[in-house]
Nanobody, 126 residues
Framework: QLQLVESGGGLVQPGGSLRLSCAVSGINLDYYAIGWFRQAPGKEREGVACISRRGGGNTYRDSVEGRFTSSRDDAENTVNLQMNSLKPEDTAVYYC???????????????????WGQGTQVTVSS
């Protein structure tokens, strides 16, 4: 059974960093794209970043390009999201999601994914 568990959220000051992890079990991560999404109170869910199957590429939302980096740890079956230079507007619940794919690219549209984690809260505040 496929399961995704996010961790690493917390409270950080503006300009700080956090590293989110998405631990994946029940599948061979080599053949899955992982997306990162967030939802702030009163706002719609938005795609933040994604990383395609092993050997594929990454895609980032414009507002996080250059600040966020997604990477795979295939040995640990984990995908990480390193978030630097955090801003108050990055505050949200962050989710990871998975979809089996043959493509070397990935999507930041939520409808493209069919497995979701439970989310982890990220709060950026002084």
């Amino acid at each position: 059974q496929l399961q995704l568990v996010e961790s690493g959220g917390g409270l950080v000051q503006p300009g700080g960093s956090l590293r989110l992890s998405c631990a994946v079990s029940g599948i061979n991560l080599d053949y899955y794209a992982i997306g990162w999404f967030r939802q702030a109170p009163g706002k719609e869910r938005e795609g933040v970043a994604c990383i395609s199957r092993r050997g594929g590429g990454n895609t980032y939302r414009d507002s996080v390009e250059g600040r966020f980096t997604s990477s795979r740890d295939d040995a640990e079956n984990t995908v990480n999201l390193q978030m630097n230079s955090l801003k108050p507007e990055d505050t949200a619940v962050y989710y990871c999601a998975a979809v089996w794919t043959l493509l070397g690219s990935c999507s930041t549209r939520g409808v493209a994914y069919n497995y979701w984690g439970q989310g982890t809260q990220v709060t950026v505040s002084s």
